[in-house]
């Protein structure tokens, strides 16, 4: 709530998280795609975020199935960014001068989406509660201007927040602990992923999702073919973590979904070109870059 | 800026900025420099405010050309001084090198230096390289990260700068946290000063300094020893612009994890410096951690009591982890890995990880055997290889990749192997990297040798090959890691063999019908470009180390089965041995002749006999050739010589080889005398070149 007050003064628009599986808030469209060409962006939302590999049957302290993040994208990346997400922190009661908190290296890359970014993890004394992004690259496409994206870890930042070791310990609103929400699901569907799925089913899946984001995009329609992208996706990832893709064979499956996010990356930016990028403020900008994207005839 | 990279930044800008004074030929007393995570900075002391003055000639068209026949200057003179800038007065005519040219000749006034070093500025910041650079916001620079102010002072005058997201001034920031806002730096010599005041401690090794510093009072008051490891200090000093160490404890429970797994939580994931108990005992090697931590806080002390209970907190979630995974693993068999491994892709069409660990166990067996291993050592060198990649299953290292070996020797330990085999575990790993150890047990090696070379050949199976800088299995470190187990143990193993046994071993266990000559041929190459890399390493010249790996034994792929490969290790005594004895005078005329030989023996191949007619040797000094050749021609057609018996020999044939060049014509008119003749040549050489190539070595 808090956040979402500070990111709200700070000009972002506020989304809710999307309706088709994710395995993290960059994969929602109000990312992937709109940090792709040349108009400004500004937004905050939650994402609940899917990673099969990580589901522990709600016996882990740490690991989740399904965790939660906090996913801000600045576009283009303000000068003070550092400063403003360090204010952020102190609207939620995290005072800089008690604590320890650093910038640490770690560059960002997601082989199924064809992206990459340099950044920093950020550090509260010596736990990792921010991934810090500037986005190079999305689709294949290179990103002009460059975002930055700041992804929160809900769980850990109230875990320390409420000073509890175990993640299911925490107070998920007075009176209703994060365990009485989340331990079932996330115990059925480690069961689920690891023993009960029917992987031939999947693998058909996977390759019928392919085929329809293939057919989207024919028709050129760039959101219908990116929400099968998202599907071959959380798809893979569930295959992967219930050990039926060989290591080889993955590679092979995150090149055929990067694949189809490249040629949506190319037709996303397209389309907005066709539009003349609406959300550009400078018209006289937005015209130059759709003289300059456009193919001459 | 990333930690890592700070040092080598502030080292380029201050190469760089030393350039730039010493091409202007500017003086100075100190040239210091700053790095933090947020800046670098460069402060030159004691330069001149202005360059000096000085008096440049120029050299034009020779004389003979300026003058006409009225003794008028030519157009090419008058050209020439107005393209320079000078009056027709100023041309003179002086001698140089003994001919007569037009000269002309003033006085460069020096420039400011504030103006000169301006025009550099911008070259300093673009002209540093890193890593991997980037772009932010809509500006098209690119550089480790975002600029964000740039200060730039001549004493107290700002040195104008505009770069598309800012503009040079005087306006720096302090601490992130312990000061506020933009802060006005006045003069150029109190940066040091200035930032620290405002929490920053600009210089390196001071910060350096102070977190050790901090660290020995600690040492000091609890009476136990933090290991500080070189490379994670100099990282934790660049984390930080104002270092407060502060000392964390975790529950002693978690001391029953072996050390490695203790040690790589807190050093690797937390940069924390780990903490053992006082060694009493000088002779004993083992060390005994203590639950406690290390840390550097970027920031002054206050709410440290919250930074340190953080910093456990998420230490204690990481030991957590690595717990349950410890026991859980231990629950297992060592065979329920193994079964595991058989479901694990090793590389598309190259079969499971379980059937790669066959290939490595049959492939050491077959390596003992070489080696002469006994019966007993020859089992344990099984057992070594069939448990060489079972830990690779657990759920240990599949949390902690960088415990993979010494997690299996833990494990195998905990159920009963044999010693020797557990220090295999870790041991067949080694060597890692260029500096590594090498095995300390002789029955770690096969394994270490088979792993790499199983690895090499199955990547290049798929046609995998390292080329430029892209070598994502790392195989030249494999490469590397062989030729060093085989020199460095001084092993006597031929790499052609086993490349051949390596290659079969794959394509049958997996039915491919590889094409194995072109295969063998490719890796056999590879291995000897780093065969090269190791004599260059160990300091052998270059024309010597051609001169050893260019013998025909070592090409065999061009002369099949001609002569008994030449051993790496034979190659590195040659190589060795070469250097020692090169610039004696024997050795410097024996390479004269025999080069000689092997030169006249080749351009006359055609009139070599093809046997020695003894009976038409009528010169002492050819009699004398064939008995001094005697010992070659009875040895073994195929075998080298060691390095003292190939000397020896040559001490005995030299004057007699040398005498015959003198007083002997070998182009006779006889075809008999001469084609004897040259078959003496001949064989003298084929003897010599099966050792050395001669003909590579360089004299002074």
Redesign the interface.
């Known amino acids: 709530m808090q956040l979402n007050e500070y990111w709200n003064s700070q000009g972002c628009i506020l989304m809710n998280p999307y309706d088709v599986e994710t395995g993290a808030g960059t994969m929602n469209p109000m990312t992937t795609l709109r940090v792709i060409g040349p108009e400004e962006w500004n937004v905050a939302y939650v994402e609940p975020s899917r990673r099969p590999a990580d589901g522990r049957y709600g016996k882990n302290p740490n690991r989740l199935y399904q965790h939660h993040q906090y996913q801000v994208i600045l576009k283009p990346s303000p000068d003070n960014v550092e400063e403003l997400y360090l204010a952020s922190l102190e609207a939620i009661g995290i005072d800089p001068l008690k604590h320890d908190i650093r910038f640490v290296e770690d560059n960002w890359e997601a082989p199924t989406l064809g992206a990459w970014g340099l950044g920093w993890e950020i550090w509260l004394d010596g736990m990792e509660i921010t991934q810090f992004t500037y986005f190079q690259q999305v689709g294949g496409v290179p990103c002009q201007p460059v975002s930055a994206e700041l992804t929160y870890g809900i769980e850990r930042i109230a875990s320390y927040l409420q000073d509890v070791d175990d993640v299911f310990d925490l107070e998920y609103t007075k009176g209703v602990s994060y365990a009485s929400i989340f331990q079932q699901p996330e115990f059925e569907h480690s069961k689920y992923t690891f023993e009960v799925a029917d992987t031939e089913l999947m693998f058909r899946w996977f390759n019928d999702y392919e085929q329809e984001a293939g057919h989207a995009l024919a028709e050129k329609l760039v959101f219908p073919a990116y929400d099968y992208v998202l599907k071959c996706s959380h798809t893979f990832n569930q295959l992967d973590a219930a050990g039926a893709i060989s290591v080889s064979a993955r590679a092979t499956y995150i090149e055929r979904v990067r694949n189809l996010a490249q040629k949506i990356a190319k037709l996303f930016l397209e389309e907005r070109c066709k539009l003349g990028f609406p959300l550009m403020n400078d018209r006289d900008a937005a015209r130059k870059w759709v003289e300059k994207l456009t193919p001459e005839n | 800026m990333?930690?890592?990279i700070i040092l080598p930044a502030v080292e380029q800008l201050k190469s760089l900025v030393f350039k730039t004074c010493e091409n202007n030929r500017l003086s100075f007393d100190e040239l210091n420099t700053f790095s933090t995570?947020r800046r670098l900075a460069v402060q030159i002391k004691g330069l001149p405010d202005k360059q000096e003055d000085r008096s440049v000639e120029l050299k034009g068209p020779p004389a003979a050309i300026a003058k006409d026949k009225d003794n008028k200057w030519t157009k090419a003179a008058l050209g020439f001084a107005s393209k320079n800038g000078f009056d027709p007065a100023d041309l003179q005519i002086r001698q140089y090198e003994g001919k007569d040219y037009l000269f002309v000749q003033r006085m460069e006034l020096g420039q400011p230096v504030p103006e000169l070093l301006q025009e550099q500025l911008e070259q300093w910041i673009s002209q540093l390289n890193f890593p991997?650079n980037?772009?932010?916001?809509?500006y098209q620079m690119r550089f480790i990260?975002?600029i964000?102010w740039i200060v730039s002072l001549w004493n107290n005058t700002v040195v104008p700068l505009k770069l598309e997201?800012t503009e040079a001034g005087n306006e720096t920031r302090g601490h992130?946290?312990?000061s506020s806002g933009k802060s006005l730096l006045k003069d150029a010599a109190d940066y040091q000063q200035h930032l620290e005041k405002l929490n920053v401690m600009p210089d390196y090794e001071m910060r350096r300094e102070s977190i050790t510093s901090q660290i020995s009072k600690l040492e000091l008051e609890f009476g136990f020893v933090v290991e500080l490891d070189e490379k994670l200090l100099t990282e934790v000093t660049n984390?930080?612009e104002w270092p407060t160490v502060l000392l964390g404890d975790f529950e002693e429970e978690f001391l029953d994890l072996p050390n490695e797994v203790l040690v790589t939580s807190m050093a690797v994931h937390?940069?924390?410096f780990p903490v053992f108990r006082k060694n009493e005992n000088q002779d004993s090697t083992s060390k005994t951690l203590l639950p406690h931590f290390v840390?550097v806080?970027?920031?002054n002390s206050?709410?440290l009591d919250?930074?340190r209970?953080?910093?456990a907190?998420?230490?204690?979630?990481r030991l957590?982890?690595a717990r349950?995974f410890y026991f859980e693993d231990q629950k297992k068999a060592l065979d329920e890995f193994l079964q595991k491994a058989k479901?694990?892709?090793?590389?598309?069409k190259r079969g499971s990880q379980g059937q790669r660990v066959q290939r490595i166990a049959e492939f050491s067996v077959i390596i003992a055997g070489r080696l002469k291993f006994s019966e007993i050592q020859q089992k344990n060198v099984r057992r070594i290889a069939e448990l060489s990649k079972f830990d690779l299953e657990t759920q240990l290292v599949q949390e902690f990749p960088e415990l993979q070996g010494l997690m299996g020797e833990n494990y195998a330990m905990l159920k009963n192997e044999n010693a020797v085999v557990c220090r295999g575990i870790r041991q067949h790993y080694f060597p890692r990297n260029a500096k590594d150890f090498l095995p300390e047990d002789t029955e770690s090696v096969p394994t270490a040798l088979a792993d790499k070379l199983d690895l090499l050949v199955t990547a290049f199976s798929l046609n995998m090959i390292p080329s430029g800088a892209a070598d994502p299995y790392a195989l030249r470190r494999t490469a590397q890691g062989i030729i060093q187990l085989i020199l460095g143990l001084r092993l006597p193993l031929v790499l052609r063999e086993l490349i051949s046994d390596a290659v079969r071993l794959l394509d049958d266990q997996q039915n491919l019908s590889l094409e194995r000559t072109r295969l063998q041929n490719d890796l056999l190459e590879f291995l000897l470009q780093r065969q090269r890399w190791f004599l260059q390493e160990r300091g052998i010249r270059y024309d010597l180390i051609d001169a050893v790996l260019r013998t025909p034994a070592v090409n065999l792929s061009t002369q099949e089965n001609s002569a008994i490969p030449a051993l790496a290790i034979e190659q590195l005594s040659f190589a060795e041995f070469l250097g020692e004895h090169l610039e004696t005078d024997m050795f410097k005329r024996s390479v004269e002749a025999i080069v000689r030989a092997g030169n006249i023996s080749a351009k006359y191949s055609g009139r070599v006999a093809e046997e020695l007619n003894e009976s038409a040797l009528e010169l002492t000094e050819e009699k004398n050739f064939l008995v001094a050749l005697q010992p070659i021609l009875n040895s073994d057609s195929k075998s080298l010589w060691s390095p003292d018996n190939y000397m020896q020999q040559l001490c005995e044939i030299e004057p007699v080889v040398t005498r015959f060049f003198e007083d002997v014509m070998v182009m006779d008119e006889d075809p008999v005398k001469c084609g004897n003749r040259l078959w003496l040549c001949q064989q003298l050489a084929q003897w010599s070149g099966r050792h050395l190539d001669l003909q590579s070595i360089v004299f002074a």
């Open positions: 990333p930690a890592q995570p991997k980037m772009r932010w916001a809509s990260r975002p964000r997201m992130r946290f312990l984390l930080v937390q940069r924390y840390t806080r970027n920031g206050k709410g919250t930074v209970r953080g910093n907190k998420v230490l204690r979630a957590s982890d349950f479901n694990v892709v090793f590389f598309q």
